[in-house]
């Protein structure tokens, strides 16, 4: 059975940091690449991070550059979202996602796979 399990939010402080986990079964991992999204109340779904099928490939928007690192580890299947320096507009539902495609993207609408999320909040 195909899988995304997204694990580790939770109520943060702002300054804080968090590191979500996003762990896949029934497909072919190694043949994907990987992004992070997220939602807040009321918003659009928006591309955050994307990492390669081979972790080569990175990219970031610019709302989180400096402050997320993503990170993969295919052994384990399994790819990290570092949250560092978190801010209230951070707070959302963080959802993994992957793709078939070559490369790394943030678009959602290229995505295979959805993990169904894990809500971060960042709340003092």
């Known amino acids: 059975q195909l899988q995304l399990v997204e694990s580790g939010g939770g109520l943060v402080q702002p300054g804080g940091s968090l590191r979500l986990s996003c762990a896949a079964s029934?497909?072919?991992?190694?043949?994907?690449?990987i992004a992070w999204f997220r939602q807040a109340p009321g918003k659009e779904r928006e591309g955050v991070l994307c990492i390669s099928s081979s972790g080569g490939i990175t990219n970031y928007a610019d709302s989180v550059k400096g402050r997320f690192t993503i990170s993969r580890d295919n052994a384990k299947k399994t790819v990290y979202l570092q949250m560092n320096s978190l801010k209230p507009e951070d707070t959302a539902v963080y959802y993994c996602?992957?793709?078939?495609?070559?490369?790394?993207?943030?678009?959602?609408?290229?995505?295979?796979?959805w993990g169904k999320g894990t809500l971060v909040t960042v709340s003092s």
């Open positions: 029934g497909f072919r991992f190694d043949g994907n690449m």
């Open positions: 996602a992957a793709s078939t495609i070559g490369g790394c993207s943030r678009y959602k609408n290229l995505m295979n796979y």
